[in-house]
């Protein structure tokens, strides 16, 4: 814990397609931290180099950032070498829950269910290959297809079938190096909040749309249902919060995380967890801590004072 805060650098925006999520976070965040009482500045890296922040001006860092540079260890490695307190997970855990393939082989290795999956890069695509691959891993339609190491779903497609799959992973190919191709679990969407190392509760998706997309994540025109406490059994609402404990303590994260799930026959499969959740009026985190009985305010000042160094 850092003591003596005064003031706050947030950080928001970047380059990465999460740009506009994250400045709305930080914005949120910002309001928050000065109702507190902290100053607070705001600096944007798709405007200046990390390495122009003052830090003679800083206290500690508030990460708002989404996406890559801001929560694959980039913009962590910098706030090291900085030695500036800063939010959320460091470095190697950063780089590791934003890479699906590393955090999936670390679910499998702690023994916590993922569905199954195979990883293709861009140089080693080519349609016999690829169908191939398929045949090996006895995959059926439909099947998810995503970017390896994307957040808020950019770039996941659920492809029904084979001219479905080609039309999205040649199109896919073309933004990114390489793909995750997983099965596609039905059931129900389970998110969770875990914050130093406690989860505080697990939320219910039911979105409108085909699944929970971008667009269902983030507009309020898209109406996604929300069922806070997810609709589970006592049993089961208690092992999904220790699933995602465990997930947690596996990747050794610090501060908050969101782990995604889908619960189908009786069964928890982990998606991935999210280092650095979205704190928008519509973001899930705030939404589980608000019923816990923490306010966005009050969730806000406990990430600052569990800001470090060496996370």
């Known amino acids: 814990m850092v003591k003596k805060i005064k003031r706050v650098l947030v950080i928001l925006g970047g380059t990465s397609r999460e740009r506009k999520v994250s400045l709305d976070s930080g914005k949120a965040c910002v309001k928050s931290i000065r109702k507190i009482g902290y100053k607070v500045d705001l600096f944007d890296p798709a405007k200046k180099y990390f390495n122009e922040i ?32 800063y939010t959320h997970s460091g470095v190697i855990c950063s780089m590791n829950a934003m890479d699906k393939v590393i955090s999936k082989k670390i679910f499998k290795k702690n023994k916590i269910l993922t569905p199954k999956y195979f990883v293709l890069k861009k140089i080693e695509f080519n349609k016999k290959t690829f169908k191939n691959l398929i045949r090996k891993n006895k995959f059926k339609f439909p099947i998810v297809v995503k970017p390896s190491d994307e957040g808020s779903s950019i770039g996941v ?78 049993k089961n609402y208690f092992k999904v919060l220790r699933i995602s404990e465990k997930a947690h303590r596996a990747l050794k994260c610090r501060g908050i995380t969101r782990s995604d799930f889908k619960f189908l026959n009786n069964k928890f499969y982990l998606l991935e967890t999210n280092t650095q959740p979205g704190m928008t009026n519509l973001s899930l985190v705030p939404e589980i801590a608000k019923y816990k009985g923490i306010s966005f305010d009050l969730l806000v000042k406990k990430m600052i004072l569990d800001a470090s160094l060496n996370r």
């Open 157 to 234: 497609k659920i492809c029904r079938n084979n001219r479905d799959l080609e039309k999205n992973t040649s199109a896919l190919f073309k933004k990114f190096e390489t793909l995750l191709f997983e099965k596609h679990i039905g059931g129900q969407e389970i998110q969770v909040a875990v914050m130093n190392n406690k989860a505080m509760g697990a939320i219910e998706l039911k979105p409108v749309r085909g699944f929970y997309d971008y667009k269902a994540k983030y507009l309020k025109s898209a109406k996604t249902l929300h069922i806070m406490p997810a609709n589970l059994s006592k």
């Open 54 to 85: 003052d830090k003679s001006k800083v206290d500690i860092i508030f990460n708002a950032l989404h996406g890559k540079g801001g929560e694959d260890g980039t913009a962590q490695s910098y706030f090291e070498y900085l030695r500036i307190p």
